[in-house]
């Protein structure tokens, strides 16, 4: 089976940069993605990282240890917009689910 | 505008009923997922089918259902609905198999009073 662990809540100031960590189990690996949710909406792709590094989209960059079962999500130069749910997925080979972390919600301080 | 319809947005039923939710995916996309919201919850898998045949299934219940129909829009049927079946429910598309980006409906939220 697959299952990932990121923490609940996280809190950073306005300018700032703040990480969001995950880390997974699951057999089969795919890629690791980030999705981002804010009340009441949809989750929204952010990223995804198949291989082991760092991948920069503007603010937001994604990071994967594969051999750790490791990733982040780096955000930089906060915004009182990004304050949102941040949600951490897998994909397996084995049986093609997509499975979600529970989220860290981001609070963000002016 | 992530091309994902899903309807309808609120729905507000008895306990006991009967009910489904509908999804059409994007253009082209053959995978569809179905994902549970509860308050404050991570989003639960419930179950994915692809190009019309069942691909995974997740925690999804017994009185739950599903299915993706020859022109690709999906199905899930919720039946016998207790208080604890009110959530948002999500329905995902992607390309292919194993896809790891999909791209979310705007949810339906289903009340059970």
């Known amino acids: 089976g697959q299952s990932l662990e990121q923490p609940s809540e996280v809190t950073a100031v306005e300018g700032a940069i703040v990480q969001i960590n995950c880390t997974y189990q699951?057999?089969?690996?795919?890629?690791l993605s980030w999705y981002q949710q804010h009340d009441g909406g949809a989750p929204t792709f952010l990223s995804y990282n198949a291989l082991d590094g760092l991948e920069e989209t503007g603010r937001f960059s994604s990071f994967l240890s594969r051999s750790d079962s490791y990733g982040y999500l780096l955000l930089q130069e906060l915004q009182m917009k990004d304050s949102a749910s941040y949600f951490c997925?897998?994909?397996?080979?084995?049986?093609?689910?997509?499975?979600f972390g529970k989220g860290t919600r981001l609070h963000i301080l002016p | 505008d992530s091309g994902v319809t899903q309807t309808p947005k609120h729905l507000i039923t008895a306990t006991g009923q009967r009910v489904t939710l509908r999804c059409s995916p994007r253009s082209g996309d053959l995978s569809v997922y179905w994902y549970q919201q509860s308050l404050d919850q991570g989003l639960q898998f419930l179950i994915q089918?692809?190009?019309?045949?069942?691909?995974a299934k997740g925690n999804i219940l017994e009185r739950f259902s599903a299915q993706q129909f020859p022109d690709l829009h999906s199905e899930l049927n919720l039946s016998s609905l207790e208080l604890g079946d009110s959530a948002l429910y999500f329905c995902?598309?992607?390309?292919?198999?194993?896809?790891?980006?999909?791209?979310f409906g705007q949810g339906t939220r289903l009340t059970v009073v």
């Open positions: 997925a897998v994909s397996s080979n084995r049986d093609d689910k997509i499975i």
């Open positions: 995902a598309s992607s390309e292919g198999m194993g896809d790891t980006e999909a791209f």
């Open positions: 089918y692809y190009n019309g045949e069942e691909r």
């Open positions: 699951t057999s089969g690996f795919y890629g």
